[in-house]
């Protein structure tokens, strides 16, 4: 129901992206833009990657569609977000900037999400309620049960979304977590980025069902399988899935089928395991082009603000590269510090109800 | 001041803190209305209810992780895995994740959570109800393990590691529970985390250990006092962070150092004391720095025959005091 639309005779048509979604146009165009500042960060990424100035890419090339349609129906602030490393446009979606990205992918002390202590795109930012993010895939999954067991509990209205691969979704952690979330009703969004593939093995060898999204009924939960193309298709799922666990009524399942446009990262090359119609396949899947499209279509985005968008996230992309480029290494001396609390650090005290952490 | 045995301290450390911070939580297999396999959560369920102590579907891993999650939201959660036995399922969010939360966040989170687990041999347990696990995490920098040895301490401990900003692994031998009492006092109180104590005095040999085994190591003093080898008995109370300084303190001054833990002694913690000495007091040592530790088996079988030999005794200890002191 929430494809994109199709007649009776099969012939496509092209609703109004705003009577679709109920968005305003500033609003869509504000979608794009984020997806575009996503894409050229990601892009910017891999140049420093293979000119030696940073020494790992994880790229989330072909999921901005999906994070941004989702995160557009979230309340950065309010909402947690438990992300992975490929979500470059939630965490700007969730105020992250540019800035701060590229101090992350450099390594650099001002790395608001670690200090320089963790490889690029493990993200995390306590000022937004991105919570921190490691490496062995699919843990997040039970804390943002957590996350959402105490804000039931403390009665405060908040929801947590967690974001992961199709990958990951086979750990048990997830299985736990879902579990959890759906015996308790709890206030969480579970988003499986589907892009079939974990690294190099395809989903027909991962996964022994077509769509994700039915294991939902195993956990009494809804869930929904989307086209992760499909910006607004994404949105209209979330919000309705955001109306349900702030009503009480639990967690919410959503598969989004995306497409990689790269390898799984800097030190991968996936010609060697997908065949060059599968790759032309994927890019015809790229979200950013298609939304593009969408608005010009509907007569939201016309040339002149294209245009000022793109100069826009090119001046950002390189402002964001020299700041962080500039930008100090961490000190040396500071190696063991952070290991257990220090004086100033967070969660030394229970943060009052309906706070967030210091 | 009231007489209480180990799991009653427990279970008053838990509810006195319960009711002292309203962001606690208990979550664990069958702690609501059963109050644990044991009862060291008896009767928090009657009296703070379904919110604040969950049971949990068999699944440690989530335990754990959902801990880690509820902490970084503003509670407190202390989280009980039935049996150290089964822990492992847990081992990634405690090493991966609740460890180091801190560390690769720069301090700007923190994961304030309590990981009681019961642990040890000597009640039957066989292989998957009496292993002592606390090796593993001793390893781990960012988390704190504690084991106390008395109902005084346990309660104190208890408190200062729900208190604690840092997640702490708390290890209970289960073989505690019931058969040691001790006076607790009625009002508030907390013992540090990090700090040993020299729970006897004495000139010719120290016994570090920790648990069960402080009492055993008191028993085997006792033995040999009669024969005139004066004993000291470190209780170390919290593995990490070690408190270096009084058992380097105690070697200093007997020159002697036997390590006594149930667990098996190859890459032990015994192995990490002895290493210290050797290399805080070498100058002081006037014996080889000697463990005492349990059987190179997994963990202790079934059969009682089988089960008697694998566990360490207080004579066991007296006949390695005795060596020692000989030495």
């Keep these: 129901m929430y494809s994109r639309g199709v007649t009776n005779s099969g012939a496509p048509t092209m609703p109004d992206p705003v009577a679709r979604s109920g968005l305003p146009a500033a609003r869509l165009r504000e979608i794009y833009r984020l997806m575009a500042l996503a894409r050229a960060l990601d892009e910017r990424a891999w140049i420093l990657n293979r000119s030696g100035r940073v020494h790992f890419v994880i790229s989330a090339q072909g999921h901005e569609g999906?994070?941004?349609?989702?995160?557009?129906?979230?309340?950065?602030?309010?909402?947690?977000?438990?992300?992975?490393?490929?979500?470059?446009?939630?965490?700007?979606?969730?105020?992250m900037t540019p800035r701060e990205v590229m101090l992350q992918q450099f390594g650099r002390a001002d790395d608001p999400g670690s200090g320089g202590r963790q490889m690029p795109a493990h993200y995390g930012g306590a000022a937004h309620r991105i919570f921190s993010s490691?490496?062995?895939?699919?843990?997040?999954?039970?804390h943002a049960v957590g996350i959402a067991l105490a804000a039931k509990?403390?009665?405060?209205?908040?929801?947590?979304?967690?974001?992961?691969?199709?990958?990951?979704?086979?750990?048990?952690?997830?299985?736990?977590?879902?579990?959890?979330?759906?015996?308790?009703?709890?206030p969480m969004v579970l988003l499986i980025e589907n892009n079939g593939y974990a690294i190099s093995v395809p989903a027909e060898k991962q996964i022994a069902v077509r769509d994700l999204a039915v294991r939902a009924a195993g956990y009494n939960m809804p869930g929904v399988t989307v086209d992760g193309t499909?910006?607004?298709?994404?949105?209209?799922?979330?919000?309705?899935?955001?109306?349900?666990?702030?009503?009480?009524?639990?967690?919410?399942?959503?598969e989004a089928k995306v497409t990689r446009l790269t390898g799984h990262s800097s030190d991968d090359q996936q010609t060697k395991y997908r065949t060059a119609d599968d790759l032309a396949e994927g890019r015809g899947r790229d979200p950013l082009p298609a939304?593009?499209?969408?608005?010009?279509?509907?007569?939201?985005?016309?040339?002149?603000?294209?245009?000022?968008?793109?100069?826009?996230?090119?001046?950002?992309?390189d402002d964001a590269t020299d700041f962080a480029e500039a930008a100090a290494d961490p000190d040396p001396a500071t190696l063991t510090r952070h290991v257990y609390a220090e004086p100033d650090d967070a969660g030394t005290l229970s943060p009052p109800p309906g706070g967030g952490p210091s | 001041?009231?007489?209480?045995?180990?799991?009653?301290?427990?279970?008053?450390?838990?509810?006195?803190?319960?009711?002292?911070?309203?962001?606690?939580?208990?979550?664990?297999?069958?702690?609501?209305?059963?109050?644990?396999?044991?009862?060291?959560?008896?009767?928090?369920?009657?009296?703070?209810?379904?919110?604040?102590?969950?049971?949990?579907?068999?699944?440690?891993?989530?335990?754990?992780?959902?801990?880690?999650?509820?902490?970084?939201?503003?509670?407190?959660?202390?989280?009980?895995?039935?049996?150290?036995?089964?822990?492992?399922?847990?081992?990634?969010?405690?090493?991966?994740?609740?460890?180091?939360?801190?560390?690769?966040s720069n301090g700007t989170f923190g994961c304030p959570i309590t990981i009681r687990a019961p642990f040890g041999a000597g009640v039957h347990g066989a292989l998957y109800h009496s292993q002592s696990v606390e090796a593993f995490f001793a390893h781990v920098p960012?988390?704190?393990?504690?084991?106390?040895?008395?109902?005084?301490?346990?309660?104190?401990?208890?408190r200062s590691a729900i208190r604690d900003p840092d997640p702490v692994i708390y290890l209970e031998h289960k073989k505690m529970y019931r058969s040691v009492r001790g006076e607790v006092p009625d009002g508030e109180y907390t013992v540090p985390l990090g700090r040993a104590t020299v729970t006897?005095?004495?000139?010719?040999?120290?016994?570090?250990?920790?648990?069960?085994?402080?009492?055993?190591?008191?028993?085997?003093?006792?033995?040999?006092a009669g024969e005139g080898i004066e004993t000291e008995v470190v209780d170390l109370r919290t593995i990490r962070p070690l408190d270096a300084a009084t058992v380097l303190a105690s070697v200093r001054k007997t020159g002697k150092c036997l390590v006594v833990h149930e667990d098996n002694r190859f890459g032990g913690f015994g192995a990490e004391v002895a290493a210290l000495v050797a290399e805080e007091a070498f100058d002081y040592l006037d014996g080889p720095v000697t463990r005492l530790a349990g059987p190179e088996s997994p963990a202790a079988p079934y059969a009682s025959v089988l089960e008697d030999a694998f566990l360490i005794t207080p004579e066991k200890i007296a006949v390695a005091i005795r060596t020692l002191a000989a030495y």
């Design chain 1, 153 to 186: 509990l403390r009665g405060e209205s908040a929801v947590a979304i967690v974001m992961m691969g199709e990958g990951a979704s086979n750990q048990g952690d997830v299985h736990e977590a879902l579990n959890f979330a759906g015996i308790h009703r709890l």
């Design chain 1, 134 to 142: 490691s490496s062995p895939v699919g843990t997040q999954a039970l």
């Design chain 2, 200 to 224: 006897r005095e004495g000139s010719r040999v120290t016994v570090v250990t920790y648990g069960l085994m402080v009492h055993y190591a008191l028993d085997a003093a006792e033995r040999v």
């Design chain 1, 66 to 95: 999906a994070e941004a349609g989702i995160c557009a129906a979230l309340t950065p602030g309010r909402d947690w977000l438990l992300p992975y490393y490929r979500s470059m446009a939630a965490v700007l979606a969730f105020g």
């Design chain 1, 230 to 254: 499909d910006v607004l298709g994404c949105y209209l799922v979330m919000r309705e899935a955001v109306a349900r666990a702030l009503a009480g009524d639990g967690p919410t399942f959503i």
């Design chain 1, 291 to 317: 939304f593009r499209d969408e608005l010009r279509a509907a007569g939201l985005l016309d040339a002149a603000a294209e245009a000022a968008i793109a100069a826009e996230v090119r001046g950002l992309v």
């Design chain 2, 142 to 158: 960012g988390l704190k393990v504690v084991i106390p040895s008395t109902p005084y301490d346990a309660k104190g401990l208890l």
């Design chain 2, 1 to 104: 001041m009231a007489v209480r045995t180990f799991i009653e301290a427990i279970r008053e450390g838990l509810r006195d803190e319960m009711r002292r911070d309203a962001a606690m939580i208990v979550l664990g297999e069958d702690v609501g209305k059963k109050g644990g396999v044991f009862f060291a959560t008896d009767g928090l369920w009657a009296e703070f209810g379904d919110d604040r102590v969950i049971d949990t579907p068999l699944t440690e891993s989530m335990i754990v992780g959902v801990s880690i999650g509820a902490a970084a939201n503003g509670l407190r959660p202390v989280a009980e895995i039935q049996f150290a036995d089964f822990i492992f399922p847990a081992m990634n969010q405690i090493i991966s994740e609740a460890a180091r939360i801190r560390y690769r």
